[in-house]
């Protein structure tokens, strides 16, 4: 494992702080708050029955992708004793135009085994993409993601002043699959954890805004080098400082959904991010 390192621009000097756990295996520890972000619970999808084999994990994929959009943090493939359930039951049609009809029941369930919420989503596709993936899978999933995410969200309001200062989040660049939107929400989550306030309210004014950029290092031997660089940027947008982090992973295991992936990259980085928010604001402190 590689070590992740703060990369900080104040002041014109550049320091260097190592933080362990870059980004770990796809399974977080039991107890790991990449797990229980404050807002939500994490969410497995199971792939759904009753669809042909080809395409049972696709409505799986999406539905994950689906809640991590909705600030849940969900996967296929990670799951621990808090974990809730999100499976989905497909029925399906032919009709005369030669297009099919499916209809998809997903079901919550809590960690007990509890029901929580069922919701229903219909999808008109051709026969080729049901039976192989393709256009319309996706629409197996809304509105149903949005209502599903409800079932365990915070109902506390989110703020509409502060005193704190508020960061932005931007969505990632060059991440394959889900991940550009998918580390944006993460790390979204996790500085709330910190505890800082994030910018995602009407009217908000971000003080600060995080950008990520990511570079994937061609596949080989079955591994794949990932660089992740989180950076921080002042109001004005001029930079305050850096944190990397990079790791191999399994060859091609990020091409669709990063899944709990991004929570752990994100819950790595955001204790630097922290420290540089503090470190700049000791510099405004004192330059006043």
Avoid at 128 to 143: C, H, T
Avoid at 181 to 189: D, G, I, K, N, V
Wanted: net charge negative; hydrophobic share 45%.
């Amino acid at each position: 494992m590689r070590f992740l390192r703060i990369f900080a621009l104040l002041a014109a000097l550049a320091a260097c702080q190592p933080l362990p756990h870059p980004f770990a295996d796809n399974t977080p520890p039991p107890n790991s708050p990449l797990m229980t972000p404050p807002d939500s619970a994490g969410v497995v999808v199971e792939p759904i029955t009753g669809a042909p084999k080809e395409t049972a994990r696709d409505p799986a994929d999406a539905m994950a992708t689906a809640l991590q959009d909705n600030d849940v943090p969900a996967s296929t493939d990670a799951r621990n004793s808090k974990s809730y359930v999100v499976q989905g039951k497909a029925t399906a049609s032919g009709g005369s135009d030669g297009k099919m009809r499916v209809t998809v029941a997903w079901e919550m369930h809590a960690p007990d085994g509890s029901l929580t919420g069922q919701q229903v989503a219909t999808a008109t596709m051709t026969a080729s993409a049901w039976n192989d993936g393709g256009a319309g899978i996706a629409d197996l999933v809304a509105p149903a993601a949005p209502e599903l995410a409800k079932l365990i969200e915070s109902k506390n309001p989110k703020p509409t002043e502060t005193t704190e200062p508020l960061i932005a989040v931007h969505p990632a660049s060059g991440a394959p699959g889900d991940g550009d939107q998918a580390l944006a929400t993460a790390m979204s989550a996790a500085l709330r954890h910190v505890p800082l306030d994030i910018a995602d309210f009407p009217g908000a004014v971000p003080n600060y805004i995080v950008e990520v950029a990511v570079t994937m290092a061609p596949a080989g031997t079955g591994k794949q080098k990932v660089s992740i660089a989180w950076s921080l940027h002042g109001a004005n947008g001029a930079q305050i400082g850096e944190v990397k982090q990079e790791n191999a992973v399994d060859a091609g295991s990020l091409d669709k959904v990063w899944g709990l992936t991004a929570y752990d990259a994100a819950n790595a980085a955001a204790p630097g991010i922290a420290s540089l928010i503090d470190e700049a604001k000791r510099a405004a402190a004192r330059a006043s």
